[in-house]
């Protein structure tokens, strides 16, 4: 238990560090913005209590929004990622009784369901995010190009991560 809740820490720290010193410096004509650190919502195992994981999304939205100085739109998308997953996992899961153990990830899932997981929650994540910074429908069309470019870079960049974590073990 200690063990995995320190691989757990470890995540986490690393992907708010990367975050905040990283990617948040890469805006890519304002259309671009990667959000890696919600790897760390991915990756907590299948078996985590649903209370447990709204929790831990808020605590991590409300870390970035600390260091990011953006009122709770980090924490209130991370809450919507961390409240969606469990029904993504379920519609994902090909039987009723799937009944996964440990962590989605690539080599535990599969790559065609870990994207597919992957690219949905991101989605979920950033559609809200970019929306809710708007806080307006006046530029629907570009809100939602802004949000499905972001999601398809943030994505893009989870599953590279997934590739060298995989390859590594």
Do not use: C
């Amino acid at each position: 238990m200690i063990k995995t809740l320190g691989k757990y820490l470890g995540y986490f720290a690393l992907l708010i560090l990367l975050q905040v010193f990283v990617f948040n410096n890469i805006q890519l004509s304002s259309y671009i913005n990667p959000m890696i650190y919600i790897l760390v919502i991915l990756l907590l195992p299948f078996e985590i209590s649903g209370w447990l994981l709204l929790v831990l999304g808020f605590i991590t939205g409300l870390t970035i929004d600390m260091f990011m100085n953006t009122l709770g739109m980090h924490t209130s998308a991370s809450v919507l990622l961390a409240f969606s997953r469990p029904y993504i996992i379920s519609f994902l899961s090909e039987r009723a009784d799937a009944d996964y153990k440990g962590s989605p990830t690539m080599r535990a899932t599969g790559i065609i369901w870990y994207v597919k997981y992957v690219v949905a929650l991101v989605f979920i994540h950033h559609f809200f995010l970019f929306y809710i910074e708007v806080l307006s429908l006046n530029h629907f069309f570009l809100t939602l190009w802004r949000g499905l470019l972001s999601s398809l870079v943030t994505s893009s960049v989870i599953l590279v991560f997934q590739l060298f974590t995989m390859r590594n073990k």
